[in-house]
């Protein structure tokens, strides 16, 4: 199996950095903590950016240092997106894609322009100047332009980080089909679960320069003794697919082993893989499978775990039927009124539901 092993020490300043991980090598892999945690520290380092005390960095078993060897940056097969695009700005949209593009040989061009092009929506302003581009206009442009030196692993250090609420919403489609449509591992350095639950496969999650936990993103979101599922807008990922379209009221049906939740109507095949996000505070949890209630997502579940949030609210980590995890933000009366303890079967009442791929 293809993987991405890390292994890095290094003192910045008073801010000493020491990690170490090994994961799959494909889909997106997202480096998650709070401001100052060294997330960006980390991918500098990665990079090349950043010489390490010690330190081994191997992709795909391709060494790019080790105790023998350090690989400059501009040596590695890499692309890198930074916060700010970046772009060179006496060079149109098309001159600044193509500047990376032709500095590779043509025997090792691995993406087509064109494809790049359609894939992140560039044509329609392709011989535009770049001043006069949108924030997410640029973003795109720069990943487009990272992608064109046919990387063997891409790098973005939280390139949504200065873009306003409607900009992200209308790149992140632009990034799930960026995982969906080339084989190209990617290390997304962010601080927003949100973000996260839209586009990553992987985490590592890093605390005052140390990995505190790896693994999948769906399950690390919602591990209790992480800081995610504290945070007031903790949420769950769901993975399943399209069932069933409701023409009468508009609903489209998402499908997991033992259940289904609705989501508005949206034009997708049935059969589509989909996944949804669904916020903890929007699951209240019932004892029975109760139809006289307004909730239509009713999922059955078995208690994880429990954990006080503060002295009004816990949280609940709940297993699906599938082994899919989710959460619920209740509070403290009402888990004791239930009687909520490990292993206990019940209802899950989801009130709100957003697809997010």
């Known amino acids: 199996m293809s993987t991405i092993e890390v292994s890095l020490t290094k003192q910045l300043g008073d801010f000493h950095l020491d990690v170490s991980f090994k994961l799959p090598a494909n889909g997106v892999i997202a480096l998650f903590g709070r401001s100052g945690s060294?997330?960006?520290?980390?991918?500098?380092?990665?990079?090349?950016?950043?010489?390490?005390?010690?330190?081994?960095?191997?992709?795909?078993?391709?060494?790019?240092?080790?105790?023998?060897?350090?690989?400059?940056?501009?040596?590695?097969?890499?692309?890198?997106?930074?916060?700010?695009?970046?772009?060179?700005?006496?060079?149109?949209?098309?001159?600044?894609?193509?500047?990376?593009?032709?500095?590779?040989?043509?025997?090792?061009?691995?993406?087509?322009?064109?494809?790049?092009?359609?894939?992140?929506?560039?044509?329609?302003?392709?011989?535009?100047?770049?001043?006069?581009?949108?924030?997410?206009?640029?973003?795109?442009?720069?990943?487009?332009?990272?992608?064109?030196?046919?990387?063997?692993?891409?790098?973005?250090?939280?390139?949504?980080?200065?873009?306003?609420?409607?900009?992200k919403r209308s790149i992140l489609p632009y990034l799930e089909n960026l995982n969906d449509e080339l084989a190209i591992p990617s290390l997304y350095v962010s601080h927003d679960p949100n973000e996260v639950a839209h586009l990553a496969d992987q985490m590592v999650v890093l605390e005052e320069g140390k990995v505190i936990a790896t693994g999948p993103a769906a399950n690390l979101l919602t591990q209790l003794d992480l800081p995610m599922a504290q945070f007031d807008d903790a949420a769950a990922t769901l993975a399943g697919s399209v069932s069933a379209h409701d023409h009468t009221f508009h609903l489209t049906w998402i499908s997991m082993h033992g259940g289904r939740v609705a989501v508005a109507r949206e034009d997708l095949p049935v059969g589509r893989h989909a996944r949804v996000r669904i916020q903890a505070r929007d699951v209240s949890l019932s004892l029975k499978a109760h139809s006289d209630t307004s909730i239509i997502n009713i999922l059955p579940a078995i208690v994880v775990d429990t954990k006080e949030v503060n002295q009004t609210q816990m949280i609940v980590r709940l297993e699906l039927f599938d082994g899919q995890t989710l959460l619920s933000r209740i509070t403290r009366r009402s888990g004791l009124g239930l009687g909520l303890h490990e292993g206990m079967q019940l209802y899950a009442q989801v009130k709100s539901v957003a697809l997010i791929g």
């Open 38 to 167: 060294g997330k960006t520290s980390l991918l500098r380092a990665i990079a090349g950016l950043i010489r390490p005390s010690n330190g081994v960095v191997k992709i795909n078993g391709e060494i790019w240092q080790d105790e023998h060897q350090f690989i400059p940056t501009h040596q590695r097969p890499l692309g890198y997106v930074f916060q700010e695009a970046s772009l060179f700005p006496h060079l149109s949209v098309r001159r600044n894609l193509e500047y990376g593009w032709r500095r590779i040989p043509k025997a090792n061009r691995k993406i087509d322009f064109d494809s790049v092009v359609e894939l992140l929506g560039i044509g329609p302003f392709i011989q535009r100047a770049t001043h006069r581009l949108s924030g997410g206009e640029r973003q795109r442009v720069a990943i487009a332009r990272a992608l064109l030196t046919s990387p063997r692993l891409l790098l973005m250090d939280e390139p949504l980080s200065a873009l306003d609420h409607g900009a």
